[in-house]
């Protein structure tokens, strides 16, 4: 089993930043992918951002954000952030964090991110 808790959203100002981050714990040694999804008002959840096992930062996957946002993963720390830079109002959206461990998929409890015109 592996436990994802997320921190670091909030309320921002359109044209700011937030970085978000997801601390793992448990069986920890298994999990492959980490990442974010995110899910607005009435829209389906989409995939944000993954990153695989090894430590390093990659630009997000999502066209809408991947010039905006990046994904890091410190393993010493078994943490995943997401640093999102010039939020828009439309990146509004409850995001959570997953992990991939063996065939199975974990998933935090979100963290709500509110971007304010």
């Known amino acids: 089993q592996v436990q994802l808790v997320e921190s670091g959203g909030g309320l921002v100002q359109a044209g700011g930043s937030l970085r978000l981050s997801c601390a793992a714990s448990?069986?920890?040694?298994?999990?492959?992918?980490m990442g974010w999804h995110r899910q607005a008002p009435g829209k389906q959840r989409e995939l944000v951002a993954n990153?695989?096992?090894?430590?390093?930062?990659?630009?997000a996957d999502a066209d809408s954000v991947k010039d905006r946002f990046t994904i890091s993963r410190d393993n010493a720390k078994n943490t995943v952030y997401l640093q999102m830079n010039t939020l828009k109002p439309e990146d509004t959206a409850v995001y959570y964090c997953?992990?991939?461990?063996?065939?199975?998929?974990?998933w935090g409890q979100g963290t709500q991110v509110t971007v304010s015109s």
């Open positions: 997953f992990a991939t461990s063996r065939a199975s998929i974990y």
């Open positions: 448990g069986s920890i040694f298994s999990i492959d992918y």
């Open positions: 990153i695989g096992s090894g430590s390093g930062i990659k630009d």
